[in-house]
Protein backbone atom coordinates (compact mmCIF):
# COMPACT_ATOMS: atom_id res chain seq x y z
CA UNK A 1 0.00 0.00 0.00
CA UNK A 2 1.43 3.62 -0.93
CA UNK A 3 1.12 6.22 1.73
CA UNK A 4 1.09 9.34 0.63
CA UNK A 5 1.79 12.87 2.54
CA UNK A 6 -1.98 13.21 3.48
CA UNK A 7 -2.85 9.73 4.57
CA UNK A 8 0.42 10.62 7.51
CA UNK A 9 -1.99 13.45 8.25
CA UNK A 10 -5.32 11.68 8.60
CA UNK A 11 -5.57 9.39 11.91
CA UNK A 12 -7.93 7.31 10.62
CA UNK A 13 -5.74 5.96 8.05
CA UNK A 14 -3.57 3.99 10.75
CA UNK A 15 -4.41 0.34 11.12
CA UNK A 16 -6.44 0.07 14.43
CA UNK A 17 -6.64 -3.36 15.70
CA UNK A 18 -10.18 -3.01 17.21
CA UNK A 19 -11.53 -2.52 13.67
CA UNK A 20 -12.91 -6.22 13.28
CA UNK A 21 -15.82 -7.73 11.65
CA UNK A 22 -18.86 -6.74 13.93
CA UNK A 23 -19.86 -9.19 16.83
CA UNK A 24 -23.32 -9.57 18.48
CA UNK A 25 -23.50 -8.12 21.91
CA UNK A 26 -23.32 -11.30 24.45
CA UNK A 27 -20.35 -12.46 21.98
CA UNK A 28 -18.35 -9.19 22.52
CA UNK A 29 -19.43 -9.30 26.16
CA UNK A 30 -18.12 -12.81 26.47
CA UNK A 31 -15.42 -12.14 24.47
CA UNK A 32 -14.44 -9.14 26.67
CA UNK A 33 -15.00 -11.19 30.14
CA UNK A 34 -12.82 -13.62 28.83
CA UNK A 35 -10.09 -10.88 27.76
CA UNK A 36 -10.24 -8.96 31.26
CA UNK A 37 -10.48 -12.69 33.35
CA UNK A 38 -7.12 -13.77 31.39
CA UNK A 39 -5.78 -9.68 31.78
CA UNK A 40 -6.61 -10.54 35.98
CA UNK A 41 -4.94 -14.04 36.36
CA UNK A 42 -2.04 -13.04 34.73
CA UNK A 43 -1.86 -9.88 37.16
CA UNK A 44 -2.47 -11.78 39.92
CA UNK A 45 -0.36 -15.14 39.10
CA UNK A 46 1.66 -14.16 36.34
CA UNK A 47 1.62 -15.74 32.74
CA UNK A 48 3.12 -19.06 33.35
CA UNK A 49 0.59 -20.13 35.56
CA UNK A 50 -2.84 -19.08 32.96
CA UNK A 51 -4.13 -21.46 31.88
CA UNK A 52 -7.57 -21.73 29.42
CA UNK A 53 -9.01 -23.82 32.43
CA UNK A 54 -8.65 -20.90 34.66
CA UNK A 55 -9.80 -18.48 31.89
CA UNK A 56 -12.72 -19.94 31.99
CA UNK A 57 -13.82 -20.42 35.75
CA UNK A 58 -12.45 -17.29 35.75
CA UNK A 59 -15.29 -15.77 33.60
CA UNK A 60 -17.60 -18.30 34.12
CA UNK A 61 -17.87 -19.83 31.14
CA UNK A 62 -17.01 -23.54 30.00
CA UNK A 63 -13.75 -24.27 28.51
CA UNK A 64 -15.12 -24.92 25.05
CA UNK A 65 -15.91 -21.56 25.07
CA UNK A 66 -12.37 -20.43 25.59
CA UNK A 67 -11.36 -22.70 22.58
CA UNK A 68 -13.87 -21.46 20.33
CA UNK A 69 -13.21 -17.86 20.55
CA UNK A 70 -9.25 -18.07 20.99
CA UNK A 71 -8.34 -21.77 19.61
CA UNK A 72 -5.52 -21.76 21.83
CA UNK A 73 -4.00 -20.89 24.31
CA UNK A 74 -1.12 -18.94 22.37
CA UNK A 75 -4.15 -17.07 20.53
CA UNK A 76 -5.85 -16.11 24.06
CA UNK A 77 -2.30 -14.24 24.97
CA UNK A 78 -2.44 -12.83 21.38
CA UNK A 79 -5.84 -11.62 22.11
CA UNK A 80 -4.85 -10.18 25.73
CA UNK A 81 -2.21 -8.38 23.59
CA UNK A 82 -4.27 -6.69 20.83
CA UNK A 83 -6.53 -5.27 23.82
CA UNK A 84 -3.76 -3.67 25.14
CA UNK A 85 -2.37 -2.55 22.00
CA UNK A 86 -5.48 -1.05 21.21
CA UNK A 87 -5.68 1.09 24.78
CA UNK A 88 -2.39 2.24 23.93
CA UNK A 89 -3.64 3.26 19.80
CA UNK A 90 -6.52 5.29 21.81
CA UNK A 91 -3.55 7.19 24.25
CA UNK A 92 -1.71 7.89 20.68
CA UNK A 93 -4.43 9.08 18.79
CA UNK A 94 -7.22 10.57 21.09
CA UNK A 95 -5.13 10.78 24.75
CA UNK A 96 -3.48 13.37 26.90
CA UNK A 97 -0.22 15.20 24.95
CA UNK A 98 2.39 14.41 24.55
CA UNK A 99 1.81 11.03 23.47
CA UNK A 100 -1.24 12.05 22.34
CA UNK A 101 -2.24 15.04 20.05
CA UNK A 102 -1.60 18.48 21.28
CA UNK A 103 2.30 18.63 21.99
CA UNK A 104 4.93 19.45 19.30
CA UNK A 105 6.25 17.05 17.30
CA UNK A 106 9.35 16.45 19.05
CA UNK A 107 8.28 15.79 22.60
CA UNK A 108 5.56 13.72 20.89
CA UNK A 109 8.35 11.74 19.22
CA UNK A 110 10.06 11.28 23.09
CA UNK A 111 6.76 9.95 24.68
CA UNK A 112 6.64 7.83 22.17
CA UNK A 113 9.58 6.19 22.70
CA UNK A 114 9.27 6.02 26.47
CA UNK A 115 5.63 4.53 26.03
CA UNK A 116 6.78 2.17 23.56
CA UNK A 117 9.70 1.11 26.00
CA UNK A 118 7.82 0.45 28.98
CA UNK A 119 5.00 -1.50 27.41
CA UNK A 120 7.39 -3.55 25.72
CA UNK A 121 9.31 -4.01 28.81
CA UNK A 122 5.85 -4.27 30.91
CA UNK A 123 4.47 -6.94 28.16
CA UNK A 124 7.00 -8.70 27.13
CA UNK A 125 6.32 -12.52 28.59
CA UNK A 126 2.83 -11.76 27.21
CA UNK A 127 4.22 -10.59 23.57
CA UNK A 128 6.52 -14.22 24.06
CA UNK A 129 3.56 -16.18 24.89
CA UNK A 130 1.35 -14.97 22.19
CA UNK A 131 3.80 -16.49 19.47
CA UNK A 132 4.39 -14.56 16.13
CA UNK A 133 8.39 -15.13 17.20
CA UNK A 134 8.51 -12.60 20.39
CA UNK A 135 6.97 -9.79 18.06
CA UNK A 136 3.56 -7.82 18.25
CA UNK A 137 1.04 -8.26 15.50
CA UNK A 138 1.42 -6.96 12.14
CA UNK A 139 -1.11 -4.36 12.72
CA UNK A 140 0.39 -3.16 16.11
CA UNK A 141 3.54 -2.64 14.22
CA UNK A 142 2.19 -1.08 11.16
CA UNK A 143 0.13 1.29 13.40
CA UNK A 144 3.55 2.49 15.60
CA UNK A 145 5.56 2.26 12.31
CA UNK A 146 3.13 5.00 10.44
CA UNK A 147 2.88 7.28 13.57
CA UNK A 148 6.62 7.74 13.96
CA UNK A 149 6.74 8.04 10.14
CA UNK A 150 3.80 11.36 10.47
CA UNK A 151 5.86 12.37 13.55
CA UNK A 152 9.06 12.35 10.82
CA UNK A 153 7.21 14.49 8.51
CA UNK A 154 5.75 16.91 11.12
CA UNK A 155 9.55 17.14 11.94
CA UNK A 156 10.45 17.83 8.45
CA UNK A 157 12.92 14.71 8.54
CA UNK A 158 14.06 13.56 4.85
CA UNK A 159 14.84 10.00 3.34
CA UNK A 160 13.54 7.24 3.35
CA UNK A 161 11.08 7.37 6.27
CA UNK A 162 9.93 3.89 5.64
CA UNK A 163 13.16 3.01 6.98
CA UNK A 164 13.85 5.40 9.04
CA UNK A 165 11.05 4.55 10.97
CA UNK A 166 12.12 1.13 11.34
CA UNK A 167 15.41 1.99 12.68
CA UNK A 168 13.26 4.07 15.24
CA UNK A 169 10.82 1.15 16.25
CA UNK A 170 13.77 -1.84 16.09
CA UNK A 171 15.53 -0.58 19.48
CA UNK A 172 11.93 -0.55 21.29
CA UNK A 173 10.67 -3.97 20.44
CA UNK A 174 10.91 -7.19 23.21
CA UNK A 175 13.38 -8.93 21.27
CA UNK A 176 15.56 -6.25 21.85
CA UNK A 177 15.14 -4.46 25.01
CA UNK A 178 15.15 -8.27 26.23
CA UNK A 179 18.79 -8.58 25.31
CA UNK A 180 19.75 -5.16 26.64
CA UNK A 181 17.69 -5.28 30.00
CA UNK A 182 17.51 -8.85 31.00
CA UNK A 183 20.68 -10.55 29.50
CA UNK A 184 23.22 -8.04 29.30
CA UNK A 185 21.86 -5.77 32.45
CA UNK A 186 21.50 -2.31 30.98
CA UNK A 187 19.41 0.48 32.78
CA UNK A 188 16.76 1.30 31.16
CA UNK A 189 17.18 5.10 31.70
CA UNK A 190 20.64 4.23 29.35
CA UNK A 191 18.37 2.23 27.38
CA UNK A 192 15.74 5.25 26.45
CA UNK A 193 18.53 7.98 26.60
CA UNK A 194 19.96 6.22 23.70
CA UNK A 195 17.15 6.56 21.81
CA UNK A 196 16.17 9.85 22.46
CA UNK A 197 19.88 10.27 21.32
CA UNK A 198 19.56 8.08 18.40
CA UNK A 199 15.84 9.70 17.74
CA UNK A 200 17.60 13.15 17.74
CA UNK A 201 20.33 11.83 15.17
CA UNK A 202 17.54 11.18 12.98
CA UNK A 203 15.69 14.28 13.14
CA UNK A 204 19.08 16.49 12.03
CA UNK A 205 19.15 18.68 15.39
CA UNK A 206 20.96 16.31 17.91
CA UNK A 207 21.77 16.65 20.43
CA UNK A 208 18.77 17.53 21.88
CA UNK A 209 18.93 18.00 25.71
CA UNK A 210 18.44 14.43 27.26
CA UNK A 211 14.97 13.96 29.30
CA UNK A 212 15.69 14.11 32.76
CA UNK A 213 13.16 11.27 34.73
CA UNK A 214 11.77 10.33 31.56
CA UNK A 215 9.80 13.30 31.16
CA UNK A 216 9.95 15.52 27.78
CA UNK A 217 12.67 17.86 26.37
CA UNK A 218 11.83 21.30 24.76
CA UNK A 219 13.52 21.27 21.61
CA UNK A 220 16.44 23.14 21.12
Known amino acids: MTITPGDL ?31 RLIEHYGIDKVTMDAVAE ?23 LDHSETE ?8 PPPLGPGAPPWERLLAFGRSRLETSLEHADLIRNAGRAGTRSFAAYSFAAMHLRYLLTQLGVAGDLQLLAVALMAPLEAPILDQQVRIEGLDVGRVYDGWADL ?11 PPAGG ?6
Open 215 to 220: ASADRT
Open 58 to 80: AAGVGKGTVFRRFESREGLMAAV
Open 199 to 209: AGRIVGASPYP
Open 88 to 95: WQAAVISG
Open 9 to 39: FTPRALPLLDERPPERRDAARNRMALLEAAQ
